[in-house]
């Protein structure tokens, strides 16, 4: 159909309201990891205890995007999203009056928890107001929401953490309060501005459902999601990107510091290409896929990944040649990384459970790849200590590969064939 003024209109509204929704997430997310030295002094923790901390947090919001997407798919995204959004709200809040280690740990889970019901939810949200052949390229600009919430939020975070002059009693929480604020005022946008649906809004529905019994219903069954094998392929295959990613976004100074001997600055400044340069990879990823593919999600993201492989392959000489050589390294690395990480997480789940059950496949794909983040750390710490850093990039290229020859398995599946194409089941 052809999309009239009060679609457009509309659309513009959901991407806006949805992009800030995770984009504010994140402010309450990644608060948590500029303040350790800060909670050491206060409380007389351990990186041991912190550890504990976020990994009670990674634990519930692996456990959320199973159960947020499945109810985002029965009761709707506003309102699960809008509850985890508070939920964080909350958290935070009084993460700013916790007075011990056991406190802040449930508080980290609670926040977690609220965390979890963002990507799900939003995502199926966005599947019912942009159609299949589209989703590739607005999903690649939708997904910058966590590359760009996640650097903000850390300097806002330090900013507030470090600055004096603004209510200085306060100290150390004012980076738990500030970003709940913040976050308070974007749960409350996305609450009054945000529809599920186009029929929800009064307008016509802009995607429609080859299958008429699954048409009828409300949610595409759960049997469905956990029965689709290209479903399963995305998953595992996020399972070790997201491994990858979180133990780049978290151990990558180190790894400068410590494995090439950079300073602190170098380490800090060269480690930043591997974000900014991930920008680019998720808008490529996206464009490829609807450009290049006709909208199909798997070669593109199996191609990025072989190419993911050759840069770890190279990753041992480009680091040898200098700071210039690594950052490059670094930034391809983002590149190749991103762009299947939000393209399989995004616009792949949203045609794999279509319209109907975008959030499922999405909270599913996502709760399976969040199970590699939750390993990550220990794996990196266990290997680095005992192996050493470039045992690690070996590693790391196994597991891209793997990755690529899982997607590639799925090279010619098409949109046609997701689920709205199966026959429906009840459970």
């Not at 700013?96 to 990507?119: D, E, K, P």
């Not at 959030?359 to 290997?383: D, E």
Request: net charge positive; charged share 10%; proline share 3%.
């Amino acid at each position: 159909m052809i999309l009239t003024k009060q679609h457009k209109i509309f659309r513009f509204r959901i991407f806006a309201v949805t992009w800030l929704a995770y984009f504010g997430f994140y402010f309450c997310r990644k608060n948590i990891s500029v303040l350790n030295t800060s909670l050491q002094t206060e409380f007389g923790t351990t990186n041991a205890d912190f550890a504990k901390i976020v990994g009670f947090y990674s634990i519930m919001y692996m456990l959320g995007q199973f159960l947020n997407g499945y109810l985002s798919d029965q009761k709707g995204p506003r309102l699960i999203v809008g509850i985890g959004l508070f939920l964080s709200v909350i958290a935070n809040f009084f993460m700013g009056l916790a007075g011990s280690v056991g406190v802040l740990i449930f508080l980290a889970g609670l926040n977690g928890f609220g965390q979890s019901s963002g990507w799900p939810g939003l995502v199926k949200t966005m599947s019912s107001w942009y159609r299949p052949n589209e989703r590739g390229i607005v999903m690649s600009w939708w997904t910058t929401c966590y590359v760009t919430g996640g650097f903000l939020a850390t300097l806002f975070a330090t900013w507030w953490l470090t600055n004096q002059s603004i209510l200085p009693s306060l100290d150390w929480k004012r980076a738990f309060w500030a970003p709940a604020i913040v976050l308070a005022i974007i749960a409350s946008v996305f609450v009054i501005f945000t529809r599920n649906t186009p029929a929800s809004a009064g307008l016509v529905p802009l995607v429609k459902h080859k299958n008429s019994e699954i048409a009828k219903d409300d949610t595409v069954p759960l049997k469905d999601i956990l029965t689709n094998s290209a479903i399963w392929i995305a998953a595992i295959m996020y399972f070790f990107i997201k491994f990858t990613r979180y133990t780049f976004l978290f151990w990558l100074p180190t790894y400068l510091e410590q494995g090439l001997g950079y300073s602190q600055k170098a380490a800090g400044y060269s480690s930043s290409a591997y974000e900014l340069v991930g920008f680019a990879g998720v808008i490529f990823a996206g464009y490829a896929s609807d450009k290049m593919f006709q909208s199909r999600r798997f070669p593109i993201g199996a191609l990025m990944l072989f190419g993911l492989t050759v840069v770890f392959a190279l990753q041992p000489f480009l680091s040898s040649q200098g700071l210039v050589f690594t950052t490059i390294s670094i930034g391809l690395i983002g590149f190749m990384t991103y762009g299947p990480d939000a393209l399989m997480s995004g616009a792949a789940a949203m045609d794999l459970g279509t319209e109907k059950g975008a959030a499922k496949a999405a909270g599913f794909i996502n709760g399976v790849g969040s199970m590699g983040q939750l390993i990550s750390p220990y794996v990196v710490a266990f290997i680095s200590e005992s192996y050493g850093w470039d045992f690690l990039f070996r590693g790391f290229l196994a597991v891209s590969f793997i990755s690529a020859v899982l997607l590639s398995t799925k090279w010619n599946y098409k949109k046609e064939e997701a689920i709205e194409a199966q026959p429906s089941y009840s459970l």
